[in-house]
C-alpha cells in the first residue's frame, strides 16, 4: 500500500509540474530560452578532433533588462587565439508570437568600444535601440521541442541577403540546448551553390562551466 501511495504521489507530481510548464506564461517562455542562451561558449572541443573547424569563442549576455516581453543580448564571437579583437558583434532582440521565437539581429555603431565589456551596464544604458542596424531577412525563428525542451530554427530560405565572397543570401540553422548551442551558418550563390561557412556540419559551442565574471581584457573607451 505505501508503494502505491508513493507511485500515486510521483505520477501526481509529474502531472502537476507539466501542467505548470504547459501554463507559463509567454514572458516565462521566453525567459527559458534566454537562459538557454546565455552565458560563455567555445567551440574549441570541436576544433581539437576537427581540423577544418576553428575554435571560437562565443559571448551571449543580456542587456537592458526590466522588460519580459523583449530580450536583448549582447553578441560576440571571436577566435579563441584572438579574444582582443572579435571578428562579429551583434545584438539580438528575443520576442515570442504564437509558441515561436524570433531572434532578430542588429549591428551597433562604433562597436569596438562595446569589446569585452558586456558587463558594463552604463555603457549599454548610453546605446540607443534606435541606432542599431536591423539585418532585415536575418532574424532566425525557433520552435521548442518537447522531447527534450530544446529549440531549433532557421532563417527564411533567401531572405537574408549577403554579398560576402560571392554569395547572393545567407542561411542560419541553429539549435538551442541548455548545455551547447549548435549554428550553421552558410552562404550561397544566385545559383543557390555553397560558398563560404562550415560545409558539412554545424559549429557546436560548448557551454563552459564556469562563466566569466569579467572580461579577459578591457577596450580603454575614447571620452
Same mark, same amino acid.
Given at each position: 500500500?505505501?508503494?502505491?501511495? #508513493?507511485?500515486?504521489?510521483?505520477?501526481?507530481?509529474?502531472?502537476?509540474? #507539466?501542467?505548470?510548464?504547459?501554463? %507559463?506564461?509567454?514572458?516565462?517562455?521566453?525567459?527559458h530560452l534566454a537562459i538557454a542562451m546565455t552565458g560563455s561558449f567555445s567551440s574549441e572541443e570541436q576544433a581539437a578532433y576537427d581540423s577544418s573547424y576553428y575554435s571560437i569563442n562565443l559571448e551571449m549576455h543580456e542587456?537592458?533588462?526590466?522588460? $519580459?516581453?523583449?530580450?536583448?543580448? !549582447?553578441?560576440?564571437?571571436?577566435?579563441?587565439?584572438k579574444l582582443e579583437k572579435p571578428y562579429r558583434t551583434r545584438i539580438y532582440r528575443l520576442t515570442m508570437f504564437d509558441e515561436e521565437y524570433e531572434s532578430a539581429v542588429f549591428r551597433?555603431?562604433?562597436?569596438? &568600444?562595446? !569589446?569585452?565589456?558586456?558587463?558594463?551596464?552604463?555603457?549599454?544604458?548610453?546605446?540607443?535601440?534606435?541606432?542599431?542596424?536591423?539585418?532585415e531577412g536575418c532574424a532566425v525563428y525557433l520552435s521548442k521541442r518537447k522531447a527534450d525542451n530544446s529549440y531549433v530554427?532557421?532563417?527564411?530560405?533567401?531572405?537574408?541577403?549577403?554579398?560576402?565572397?560571392?554569395?547572393s543570401y545567407a542561411t542560419s540553422e541553429v539549435?538551442?540546448?541548455f %548545455?551547447?548551442? $549548435?549554428?550553421?551558418?552558410?552562404?550561397?550563390?544566385?545559383?543557390?551553390?555553397?560558398?563560404?561557412g562550415a560545409e558539412h556540419a554545424p !559549429?557546436?559551442?560548448?557551454?563552459?562551466?564556469?562563466?566569466? &565574471?569579467r572580461p579577459r581584457y578591457s577596450i580603454k573607451r575614447k571620452d
Open positions: 500500500m505505501k508503494f502505491v501511495a #508513493a507511485l500515486c504521489l510521483l505520477f501526481a507530481s509529474c502531472t502537476s509540474a #507539466a501542467l505548470v510548464a504547459q501554463n %507559463d506564461s509567454d514572458s516565462t517562455k521566453l525567459r542587456i537592458w533588462k526590466g522588460d $519580459t516581453d523583449t530580450i536583448w543580448l !549582447y553578441v560576440e564571437q571571436a577566435l579563441s587565439s551597433l555603431p562604433e562597436e569596438e &568600444k562595446y !569589446y569585452g565589456n558586456w558587463e558594463d551596464e552604463a555603457l549599454f544604458a548610453t546605446l540607443p535601440i534606435d541606432s542599431l542596424l536591423e539585418r530554427g532557421s532563417t527564411v530560405e533567401k531572405e537574408c541577403e549577403s554579398n560576402l565572397r560571392g554569395a539549435e538551442v540546448f %548545455d551547447q548551442i $549548435t549554428s550553421w551558418d552558410r552562404g550561397w550563390n544566385e545559383e543557390d551553390e555553397y560558398v563560404w !559549429y557546436v559551442f560548448k557551454k563552459k562551466r564556469q562563466m566569466q &565574471k
